[in-house]
């Protein structure tokens, strides 16, 4: 799940180099934290959030046909305010 995740990701972003996928285990769930370069972040998210719900779904598919649960959080890097 992970790296089809990350693979999908990459071919949306401007800057693939920038992209992590980091898994993370929750009260039994596991949460994909995901980042990218902050120009990316519309990208992914896309027009009503179009893009990102439509990866969850995905992936939440997937999961449930393996018997697991999981989510996927977008963290956004950006700089600190000068």
Known sequence: MQAWLEY?????????????????????QTHYELRVDPDDVGKLVGRQGAT?????????????????RLTVDIVENRPPPA
């Not at 999908?8 to 039994?28: F, H, I, N, Q, S």
């Not at 439509?54 to 393996?66: F, I």
């Open 52 to 68: 990102i719900k439509a990866l969850r779904a995905l992936l939440q598919v997937g999961a449930a046909h393996q018997g697991r």
């Open 8 to 28: 999908v990701v990459k071919g949306l972003v401007d800057r693939p180099e920038a992209v992590t996928v980091t898994p993370v285990e929750r009260a039994g």
